[in-house]
């Protein structure tokens, strides 16, 4: 039987952090027979700055794209509970598809996503991440 494949969406600012490879455990360990495929691969980001160089309107609709075509998603909060926007974006992309789509909390309780839950706006998301580009 073929691993199903789990998008773990997470916020920037968890990539490369303990927190980071504790949700990756976490995932492991509550989905039997999984790949986990993590926004932060290096070939991935040179895919979203390939798409930003060459002018695209929403470079980020790459992890979108991705959360559709994966078995499973699983989007991670804040440490305060709150979804990003991108990792909201991403959940419903892949929940639009009919796709098993979970949230994670910091703490690592898992719960099913609702594209009815509240998220941060672009601004709040870019303000926590100190992003200026979304």
Same mark, same amino acid.
């Given at each position: 039987m073929e691993n199903k494949i789990v998008y773990y969406a997470h916020p920037i600012t968890h990539y490369n952090t303990e927190h980071e490879i504790k949700c990756e455990k976490s995932i492991r360990e509550k989905f039997n027979n999984v790949e986990i495929f993590n926004p932060n691969m290096k070939w991935l980001n040179r895919v979203y700055q390939n798409r930003k160089d060459e002018g695209h309107e929403k470079p980020f609709g790459i992890f979108q794209e991705i959360a559709k075509v994966a078995d499973i998603v699983v989007g991670c909060t804040f440490e305060d509970g709150k979804l990003g926007s991108g990792v909201f974006g991403e959940c419903v992309s892949a929940y639009s598809e009919g796709k098993e789509v979970y949230i994670m @909390?910091?703490? #690592?309780?898992?719960? $099913? @996503?609702?594209? #009815?839950?509240?998220? $941060?706006?672009?601004?709040?998301?870019?303000?926590?991440?100190?992003?200026k580009e979304m």
């Open positions: @909390f910091y703490d #690592m309780t898992l719960c $099913l @996503f609702s594209p #009815m839950i509240e998220s $941060l706006t672009i601004e709040e998301t870019k303000e926590r991440t100190n992003r």
